[in-house]
């Protein structure tokens, strides 16, 4: 089986689920990686590391921004070249809209958010969860190339192997740009939720601290700080619900669930979360799920493998120590 992983990246930062697939495409045959933009030497030196056995690559002025029109022209005409059999995109909003595209360019179809693969014959089966994450369905297209995106952190990280080497095939950018990148502003430094191997999320009982006498904005920027540390201890993101975000006080970049981030990590601290099934959906996937509510009758206890239940504001100070002394932090 002949197969394509698109290297999806920010001005040559590449998103970590991109080697994930490389790791995923490996098991079914032949792989080439596809890359796009501009000075792109590091990554395509870092896609042979991580298994690519060729790389198509665009390098080209064109290319420089993400523009999803350019981006889709481009792909598309380096898949009518190489004609393989699948496609794989680690599940992002810039390959969402890109798979998409290409599938109507090549008169195919797009199999989202798998999170296993199985190959029958020169077709891949996907594995998917459907219905809020409370079913899984197996899926194929007939069509050719198969477009799958894959969720993050659902497959394995392959060995970074320095020195491996391989063929370079160099493609020209295709297509006009219908839109104008004017600049970008900088967002939020730290762990990114798709990539986070542990997540520390407070809900609405941030804002429950007694000491602020009802000002549950002061109680939130409290509450988001102590959950900080302890993720900061174990070298992770924080989290939130919508509720919380809705009301201001945090971001919405670290909103967990349907309308926000679908997250794929080791360990999942929900602190003060009910447990709506919207935050549930975006955390079926978390192999070890905490759960922290003063509530024993909240809905969250209900998907967590360990439950306390208490004030977090009391709680998550003595996780935060004990974590420290077991670490050596």
């Known amino acids: ?59 080209d002025p064109a290319l420089a921004d993400f523009r999803p029109e350019t981006y889709a022209s481009t792909l598309s005409a380096i898949l009518t070249d190489t004609a393989p059999d699948a496609v794989l995109l680690p599940s992002t909003t810039r390959t969402r809209e890109v798979a998409a595209m290409c599938a109507i ?46 969720r993050a952190r659902a497959f394995a990280r392959p060995a970074h192997q320095p020195g491996r080497h391989g063929e370079v095939r160099r493609y020209a950018a295709v297509g006009q740009p219908l839109t104008v990148v004017e600049g970008y502003a900088p967002g939020e430094s730290g762990v990114s939720l798709a990539d986070a191997g542990v997540i520390v999320s407070g809900g609405r009982g941030v804002t429950n601290h007694p000491a602020f006498g009802g000002d549950e904005a002061a109680a939130a920027r409290e509450g988001f700080q102590l959950l ?83 004030d977090l504001f009391t709680f998550v100070p003595a996780l935060t120590q004990a974590f420290k002394k077991k670490l050596g932090r």
């Open 1 to 59: 089986m002949k197969l394509c992983v698109y290297i999806d990246h920010f001005q040559g930062d590449a998103v970590s689920a991109s080697w994930e697939a490389l790791g995923a495409a490996r098991a079914f045959g032949q792989v080439s990686a596809v890359v796009l933009g501009t000075g792109l030497e590091g990554l395509i030196e870092a896609a042979f590391a991580f298994g690519a056995d060729e790389v198509l690559a665009a390098d």
């Open 105 to 150: 360019d090549l008169q195919s179809g797009v199999l989202t958010d798998a999170t296993g693969l199985e190959a029958e014959g020169e077709t891949l089966v996907v594995t998917r969860p459907i219905y809020e994450g409370k079913l899984f369905e197996k899926a194929a297209c007939m069509a050719r190339p198969q477009f799958i995106t894959l």
């Open 228 to 310: 900080g540390e302890l993720a900061g201890v174990l070298g992770g993101a924080v989290g939130a619900s919508r509720a919380v975000v809705d009301a201001g006080y945090i971001p919405y970049a670290h909103q967990v669930g349907q309308t926000g981030k679908v997250v794929s990590p080791d360990l999942y601290i929900a602190a003060g979360i009910s447990g709506a099934i919207q935050h549930i959906v975006g955390i079926r996937s978390a192999k070890l799920v905490v759960a922290i509510n003063k509530d024993p009758e909240a809905p969250i206890f209900q998907v967590a493998r360990y439950g306390v239940v208490g």
